[in-house]
T-cell receptor, first 106, second 114 residues
Framework: KNEVEQSPQNLTAQEGEFITINCSYS?????LHWLQQHPGGGIVSLFM???GKKKHGRLIATINIQEKHSSLHITASHPRDSAVYIC????????FGTGTSLTVIP | DAGITQSPRHKVTETGTPVTLRCHQT?????MYWYRQDPGHGLRLIHY???????DKGEVSDGYSVSRSKTEDFLLTLESATSSQTSVYFC?????????????FGPGTRLTVL
């Protein structure tokens, strides 16, 4: 049983496309995190949010607590956005999704 | 970038040998974590620390022990390595408690147990 489900698992996009990655969770949470794992393996925290929406550059993260769902949007995608995007939630434990692998083609 | 280093970065060892991985931070953050990452499982918490000499178990703690004798160092020990412990190990730090604050990750250690 996975407390955090991400979709899609894999995503290929053309440069410039608008991208959406989804995260659904089944537990009560106090916060949700979006992480980015680069092809070289390094992991970077993108967002932590508990309500509403946050924006950083071309990245936008939204969360709907009632529906237990979050989305990560990338506007004007670029090949350097190619990475694995990981959703994690802070419930009674810290749960991670298995990630969405994004490839942006020039 | 947060100052987090892990050593070694790569290690190959044999079944039954002890292994210690080191995480070192220069940020003076209170919380430190050890995760393992395996295909199909995502990141899983092994142990974490909320202060010097204060540690607790995570989701997959069996076969692992930890120690934190100084704020800046968090050691992960495999007392007798098994092939199922072949994985990539990440250390992370945060100022606030688990999940309630941004975590900063180290570069990872790739461990292979033959």
């Amino acid at each position: 049983k996975n407390e955090v489900e991400q979709s899609p698992q894999n995503l290929t996009a053309q440069e410039g496309e608008f991208i959406t990655i989804n995260c659904s969770y089944s537990v009560g949470i106090s916060a949700l995190h979006w992480l980015q794992q680069h092809p070289g393996g390094g992991i970077v925290s993108l967002f932590m949010l508990s309500s509403g929406k946050k924006k950083h550059g071309r990245l936008i993260a939204t969360i709907n607590i009632q529906e237990k769902h979050s989305s990560l949007h990338i506007t004007a995608s670029h090949p350097r956005d190619s990475a694995v995007y990981i959703c994690a939630v802070n419930g009674n434990q810290f749960y991670f999704g298995t990630g969405t692998s994004l490839t942006v083609i020039p | 970038d947060a100052g987090i280093t892990q050593s070694p970065r790569h290690k190959v060892t044999e079944t039954g040998t002890p292994v210690t991985l080191r995480c070192h931070q220069t940020e003076n953050h209170r919380y430190m974590y050890w995760y393992r990452q395996d295909p199909g499982h995502g990141l899983r918490l092994i142990h974490y620390s909320y202060g010097v000499k204060d540690t607790d178990k995570g989701e997959v703690s069996d076969g692992y022990s930890v120690s934190r004798s100084k704020t800046e160092d968090f050691l992960l020990t495999l007392e007798s390595a098994t092939s199922s412990q072949t994985s990539v190990y990440f250390c992370a730090i945060s100022e606030g408690s688990l999940g309630a604050d941004t975590q900063y990750f180290g570069p990872g250690t790739r461990l292979t147990v033959l």
